[in-house]
């Protein structure tokens, strides 16, 4: 559990077991004031404060308050009973009783409200960012900030303005970017609005309640009135109970319409007093996170630009130098040109040699796969004419006998193949 320094040496009860222990006390510092860069904590090792609601009370507490004030009103009405004042609150039944209690509820809300919003404006009066810790803060130096506004009184620096720039600092000393500060810093201001605006929800309940129970007063009061119309009768004694209802209904009717619509408007006159102020202190808070803390943060990252806006404060030496680089990287282009070109060149002939080297060998490969396969289909048409000739001979041999022997002589024709 962490426990802040105000209470080092009390004890105090545990919110997880209920049981009650002594938190140890500090040990004593001899030496006060901002402490070296090797000493100081980080940020896991702070872990903030408790935040209290800015913007909401104690819902609780208010009711109670409001049912007590409703109480003492209504009593310290009673000696004053007779008078027509008083009999407005107090003899017009319970829809009186119900439009004073949340009338005074609302003023409890909004007197809570308002001490809340002065605490804001007193914390706004502290020097968060001083500038004897320095004229920027970067990563060296957010640490001693930082350290800075954790030494601040509780009371004032549990606000919004002392969290929002903690935070922020919290979150430059992890990540060294303002743009993601800037970033966190309007999302916070967007939380904060939403907040604020959000806790008037109840009292702009109290605003649409109370004229409507005085409009439910006033249907009870003449329902009372007419029906005490059709009692009457001829005795007289009947006929002035009937006029004395008739009078105390459209009394009622009217009384608490009246009540309701004085008690609202009066009510939203503070109410809308409040809402301004607070959304100026909010406003008051976002000047301030965009004026003073943004401009101070240097994540280091404009060095360069920096640089270059300084030389260019002096405008005929910075255009003469911006002049002259321009003239060297004209030159250096055109050298760079060249050389281009004449590898070009070079890598031009030696492709052209090359592809006359290829077509040479490429033509030498084809006339040797030609006359190779001119000889193979040519041998074989020799060794057949060379069959046929002797088969030729065998025949006209065989002729020869068959004559001698008388027979029929053999007719062949010769044919040739593959010949040239």
């Not at 040519?378 to 000739?389: G, R, T, V």
Request: aromatic share 8%.
């Amino acid at each position: 559990m962490s426990a802040e320094e105000e209470h080092a040496g009390q004890v105090v009860s545990c919110p997880g077991c209920t049981g009650r222990f002594q938190i140890p006390a500090l040990p004593d510092k001899a030496v006060a004031g901002p402490l070296p860069a090797a000493g100081r904590t980080s940020s896991a090792q702070r872990g903030g404060w408790q935040e209290e609601d800015h913007a909401n009370v104690n819902f609780a507490l208010s009711f109670g308050i409001g049912v007590a004030a409703t109480a003492l009103f209504l009593v310290g009405l009673l000696p004053f009973r007779a008078k027509p004042f008083a009999a407005i609150f107090l003899d017009r039944g319970w829809v009186n009783y119900a439009e004073v209690f949340l009338f005074l509820w609302g003023a409890v809300i909004l007197l809570m409200k308002w001490k809340k919003t002065k605490r804001q404006r007193q914390a706004m009066l502290l020097d968060v960012v001083p500038a004897s810790l320095g004229s920027e803060i970067n990563a060296a130096s957010v640490g001693g900030f930082i350290e800075h506004m954790y030494k601040l009184p509780l009371r004032l620096r549990d606000s919004l303005m002392v969290n929002r720039v903690r935070k922020a600092l919290e979150l430059f000393e992890k990540r060294n970017n303002n743009s993601e500060i800037a970033s966190f810093l309007n999302a916070q201001s967007d939380i904060d609005a939403n907040r604020s605006s959000g806790s008037y929800t109840l009292l702009k309940v109290f605003l649409w309640a109370i004229p409507i129970l005085g409009f439910i007063g006033t249907v009870q009061g003449l329902s009372v009135a007419v029906s005490s119309l059709s009692t009457g009768s001829g005795d007289p004694e009947q006929l002035k109970n009937s006029i004395n209802q008739l009078t105390g209904g459209l009394g009622v009717a009217f009384d608490t319409t009246l009540l309701g619509l004085v008690l609202s408007m009066i009510m939203s006159f503070p109410m809308a007093a409040m809402q301004k102020e607070e959304e100026e202190v909010l406003t008051l808070i976002d000047a301030f996170c965009n004026e003073k803390l943004l401009p101070k943060l240097n994540d280091s990252k404009s060095d360069a630009s920096d640089m270059l806006l300084s030389q260019a404060e002096n405008i005929p030496a910075f255009a003469a130098s911006l002049a002259r680089a321009h003239e060297v990287f004209l030159e250096k282009l055109s050298g760079a040109t060249t050389l281009l070109a004449k590898a070009g060149e070079t890598l031009e002939r030696r492709l052209d040699a090359h592809q006359s080297k290829v077509e040479g060998v490429f033509s030498q490969s084809v006339d040797k796969l030609t006359s190779q396969t001119r000889d193979a289909m040519i041998a074989p048409s020799k060794q057949l004419n060379e069959y046929f000739a002797s088969l030729a001979k065998g025949i006209e041999s065989l002729n020869g006998t068959l004559q001698k022997l008388g027979g029929e002589k053999i007719v062949v024709q010769k044919k040739g193949f593959f010949s040239k």
